[in-house]
């Protein structure tokens, strides 16, 4: 069964992905990746144990191996940005490292946790364009609304 997820942050080195994800609590979770050269396709699902459930929805981070450092790749997957807004800010309160995200997947990440985005500065660089620096840094408090600046590379 697929699961709904959103990219709500990038991990150390853009090794990884962080992900939020909406799921039942009774099955284990499997994904899948297609890393391309402009983008990193996400599929997540659920397979359900057998026996008895309860339907209890639960939202929760999920972190996901990239073989190549995430560089401005787009985001992209079958049931990407379903996961509710309100119920994700719950489980993040804090600013998520934004640094490797392409643009329109940095402003989404921070839409997710009700925090606005704004472009400080670019840089003229090789490759994709993403965020290379943001403001307040990872991991800073998270008032709803607050902005954070980033900086950006690419051509």
Known sequence: MAVAWDAYAVGAHEASLELVVQR???GTIQTRL????????IEVTEQQRPGACLAVAAIQPLVVPLAHALAGRAIEGPSRRRVQTPLARRRQ????RLIGFGPADAMHALALVS???RVSGERRAGGLRRVIAQRPAAGAGAPAGRIVQITLAGP
């Open 34 to 41: 297609s890393e391309r050269r402009a983008s990193v396709q």
């Open 93 to 96: 309160d804090h600013v998520p």
């Open 24 to 26: 039942g609590t009774c």
């Open 115 to 117: 925090l606005h985005g």
